[in-house]
């Protein structure tokens, strides 16, 4: 007999023999017939639905099957995974950030558990003689703004990374912005637009704008001067970032469907409530390297003068050098680079393009400083970058590879309370951070969480500031690639300046020495097109 045959004659036989039951014990009759009903209620359901064929051939106990499904995630995280073996964020990363959010002991017992012989193991080389991290200055601050900014801001080394209301939850992005403003740090708004959530508590923001030009766009949806100009000259705005494309999905537009669409949302982007609107995976307002540089100069003077700059994962890397060109060429730069890491970050996306498309932040950011430098042109821009900066060493490693400034999305996420739920995309986060559902909302208590944001920055900053004394320096700008080493094999170490070359200052303006990888795609680059 098939074991369709089997699970069949069992459940007739467990039928009939609970029949006999409810006949025999009379009393009990009922409780059995409210346990029967329901059972053979999603049983018949089960065997006339052709969705799903487990359902089908096993009535009722084929659900079991869905259920361990759903259930899979939250079991390993919580009772199989150990502290190092989590993704995207381990346990160990994890409880860091839960620890200096909430004031804790951030110190770990009995030595490491990482395997300091695996292939990929970094580390930081320390001086004898160290800096006395009491003497040193714990709030480093980075001036961004160019010759051409009137209104240059003076940044935290760290900060938080775009995620747009919408994506985020009211309460959550009025804890992020309650935090920057009582941190002394900045806030970006994701290209969702700028809304009374993130005003409200009075933190700095940086407004991202992105292919949708919400908060900044006519009925067409097209780039608009005057709309643009009325959020620009916000005070709480301190820095406009043209977001190119961004880590978690380079390259894929996004789609607002018109049951999101609400009238508050509607407002905040102007657009039409209730429609259905698309943020195409391209700008309408340039489509040259050399339109970019203008269209970034343009915005600059429409905000009076404060910094502008773009966010970009590289992807082609011919396409960043043609900025360059380009940027070269006009003698116009942006006041900074937001680099962001293919390794993905808070947006979800389709997994071919979180997990396959997009250059990782380590590499990327080597490619992008070098690239500067080549063209001569690295004193004249600030570079910051994001993708998974949770940690003091995570901020050091970014910065001696070119960074001056650190963004984090994941790490205060974490510090709202987010568990790492997997819920982002699904409108159901237990946590009440990346949902619009007010019952799970509500459980985000704004004024307790604004203080955890706070402290997670200040200890975050503490931490790299003493990595910074330990390895003999004062200040980030000291920092270069020979601080970091990675075990590329089991018995071969190599810093990370033997990883990635520092290239030569001018080697790709026209007559320098291009180094032999980057000759082709510097042969294919143009100003005049991507």
């Known amino acids: 007999m098939s074991v369709r045959g089997w699970f069949w004659l069992i459940s007739i036989a467990v039928i009939a023999l609970v029949a006999a039951l409810a006949f025999y014990v009379n009393v009990g009759f009922l409780y059995l017939y409210l346990l029967v009903v329901p059972v053979v209620y999603m049983g018949v359901e089960d065997i006339l639905q052709k ?12 659900r079991l099957r869905y259920v361990f499904e759903d259930l899979r995630p939250k079991i390993q995280q919580y009772f199989v995974e150990s502290d190092t073996d989590g993704t995207p964020l381990n346990r160990n990363e994890r409880s860091v950030v839960y620890q200096r959010a909430k004031k804790q002991v951030d110190t770990t017992p009995f030595g490491t558990q990482l395997n300091v012989y695996a292939e990929g193991y970094e580390w930081m080389a320390h001086s004898v003689t160290p800096k006395d ?4 200055n714990h709030h480093p601050r980075v001036q961004i703004g160019g010759s051409d900014c009137k209104q240059p801001y003076e940044a935290s080394v760290l900060n938080i990374s775009a995620m747009s209301f919408g994506s985020l939850s009211k ?8 935090g920057a403003q009582m941190g ?3 806030h970006n708004t994701g290209e969702g637009g700028i809304s009374a959530y993130h005003l409200d508590p009075g933190g700095d923001l940086i407004w991202q704008i992105g292919t949708g030009y919400f908060g900044a766009r006519d009925k067409e949806g097209r780039f608009n001067d005057e709309a643009f100009r009325s959020n620009a000259l916000k005070p709480n ?9 961004q880590g978690a999905k380079p390259g894929h537009g996004g789609i607002l469907p018109g049951k999101k669409n609400t009238p508050e949302i509607a407002a905040i982007r102007l657009v039409e409530p209730g429609t259905t609107v698309f943020s195409p995976p391209y700008h309408s307002a340039f489509s040259t390297p050399s339109e970019l540089i203008k269209f970034v100069a343009r915005l600059r003077n429409l905000s009076e003068g404060k910094p502008v700059g773009f966010k970009l994962c590289i992807g082609n890397r011919s396409e960043f050098l043609s900025i360059c060109k380009a940027m070269v060429q006009l003698n116009t730069y942006p006041d900074f680079i937001t680099v962001d890491g293919g390794e993905g970050g808070t947006g979800a996306a389709p997994p071919e393009f979180s997990n396959s498309v997009g250059m990782p932040l380590l590499d990327a950011l080597a490619f992008v400083d070098n690239a500067l430098r080549g063209f001569s042109i690295r004193q004249k821009i600030r570079i910051v970058c994001s ?8 901020m050091m490693r970014a910065m001696a590879l070119g960074a001056d400034v650190c963004n984090s999305a994941r ?9 790492q739920a997997l819920e982002c995309n699904k409108n159901s986060c237990p946590t009440g951070v990346a949902t619009q559902d007010p019952a799970l909302t509500k459980g985000l208590v704004v004024e307790d969480k604004v203080s955890r944001v706070a402290n997670f920055h200040k ?9 910074l004394g330990a390895a003999g320096l004062e200040h980030p700008d000291q920092i270069d690639r020979t601080h970091i080493f990675r075990r590329v094999f089991m018995n071969l170490v190599k810093t990370y300046e033997e990883i990635y070359p520092t290239i030569p200052d001018g080697s790709l303006l026209e007559g320098g020495d291009p180094p032999f990888e980057l000759m082709a795609e510097l042969s294919r680059s143009s100003a005049e097109r991507f």
């Open 411 to 419: 790490g205060m996420m974490l510090a709202l309370g987010c568990i």
């Open 171 to 178: 309460n959550a992005v009025m804890a992020l912005n309650g």
């Open 459 to 467: 200890h975050t900053i503490e931490s790299f500031v003493e990595l």
């Open 237 to 245: 705005v301190k820095m406009i970032e043209i977001k190119l494309s």
């Open 133 to 136: 991290f009491h003497r040193m």
């Open 51 to 62: 969705n799903q064929s487990i359902r089908r051939n096993f009535p009722v106990l084929g």
């Open 387 to 394: 993708g998974k900066i949770l940690t003091g060493f995570h």
């Open 184 to 186: 002394g740090f900045a």
